[in-house]
């Protein structure tokens, strides 16, 4: 039961250009949603997050989207630079007195010059 | 140190055999997480800890792991009579405290490959 989908594997960008990651979760008891990039051999790292009472949230190049009805978030990354080039997750948790997270199973961005 | 450390950074196991696997949290880090990243999977939950108490155990796969952080600080997850389904990267995060304003800092990993 995947309860944080994200059903794009791969995306491919032109440098310059605006890369959209999506994500979709099937539990309404998730109400802190956040976005993890990943290079090889490493851990993952945080990028941006969102709390159930917004709909956006914006540092930099990054914007996050929260459509709570559609349950449904997505990454905007505008714009997009070869250093980008990572794979992303999702990932989501609930209210449970600690942030256990549920992760999707990742979008590999590659940004091409 | 200023991130999060494991060791071993790859692991290769009979199958069988026992594994330890390290974790150095940041120094004053309250909440420590232990998770298992499959090869083209995320990472899931295995298990949490806030200062020496294990709060949450419900994601360890059976009751051949078994993860410890006795003094509050360095933990250890232990897999007994390794199986080929174990192999894995094993992510260890902290934070420092528990809530959702506080972030994770994950570890590189452990990659677990068992044969």
């Known amino acids: 039961d995947q309860q944080v989908k994200q059903n794009s594997p791969s995306l491919s960008v032109q440098e310059g250009r605006i890369s959209i990651l999506n994500c979709d979760y099937t539990n309404s008891m998730f109400d802190y949603f956040l976005w993890y990039k990943k290079y090889p051999a490493e851990g993952p790292t945080f990028l941006i997050s969102?709390?159930?009472?917004?709909d956006k949230n914006e540092d930099g190049r990054f914007t996050v989207f929260l459509n709570k009805s559609a349950k449904h978030l997505s990454l905007h990354i505008v714009p997009s630079q070869p250093g980008d080039s990572a794979v992303y997750f999702c990932?989501?948790?609930?209210?449970?007195?600690?942030?256990?997270?549920?992760f999707g199973t990742g979008t590999r961005l590659l940004v091409s010059p | 140190g200023a991130g999060v450390s494991q060791s071993p950074r790859y692991k290769v196991a009979k199958r069988g055999q026992d594994v330890a696997l390290r974790c150095d949290p940041i120094?004053?880090?309250?909440?420590l997480f232990w998770y298992q990243q499959a090869l083209g999977q995320g990472p899931e939950f295995l298990t949490y800890?806030?200062?020496?108490?294990?709060?949450?155990k419900s994601g360890l796969p059976s009751d051949r792991f078994f993860a410890e952080r006795p003094e509050g600080s360095v933990s250890t997850l232990k897999i007994q009579r390794t199986q080929q389904e174990d192999s894995a990267v094993y992510l260890c995060?902290?934070?420092?405290?528990?809530?959702?304003?506080?972030?994770?800092?994950f570890g590189s990993g452990t990659r677990l490959t068992v044969v």
């Open positions: 990932a989501a948790s609930a209210n449970t007195g600690f942030q256990k997270l549920v």
């Open positions: 995060a902290s934070s420092l405290g528990p809530g959702t304003s506080y972030g994770y800092t």
């Open positions: 800890f806030q200062n020496e108490a294990q709060l949450d």
């Open positions: 120094s004053g880090h309250v909440s």
């Open positions: 969102i709390s159930s009472i917004k």
